[in-house]
């Protein structure tokens, strides 16, 4: 297993509600921002969620208001609590981390700022 590992993913209707956790090991400094991201078949990792060392968080225009990211230092675990969940957020959910700070932007919210990735958790939501 690597530093990062998911927990979470199913099959809901649409919605329902879905919580996918990270279970991160190793050293805390790594993990100074963590992020969630998805990748649609085909497609490239979209950025969904960023979580900073503080507590502070940025979300993606198209989870705002229906997805929350929170973090525990302490436990090292990441979560993201997904709601009235659609057929358009079906993809695998992957977990990430950068050893830098969070910028907490749009464009901060890309794959190539982030060095540790989980495995991926596979989310399918139904109509």
């Known amino acids: 297993q690597g530093p990062l590992v998911e927990s979470g993913g199913g099959s809901v209707q649409a919605g329902e509600s879905l919580t996918l956790s990270c279970q991160a090991s190793g050293y805390s400094h790594q993990r100074h921002c963590m992020a969630w991201f998805r990748r649609f078949p085909g497609k490239v990792h979209e950025g969904v969620a960023l979580a900073a060392l503080d507590g502070s968080t940025y979300y993606a225009d198209s989870v705002k208001g229906r997805f929350t990211v929170s973090r525990d230092n302490v436990k090292n675990t990441l979560h993201l609590q997904m709601s009235s969940l659609r057929p358009e957020d079906t993809a695998a959910y992957y977990c990430?981390?950068?050893?830098?700070?969070?910028?907490?932007?749009?464009?901060?919210?890309?794959?190539?700022?982030?060095?540790?990735w989980g495995q991926g958790a596979q989310v399918i939501v139904s109509s």
């Open positions: 990430a981390a950068s050893p830098r700070p969070c910028i907490l932007s749009a464009n901060y919210l890309s794959p190539t700022n982030f060095v540790y």
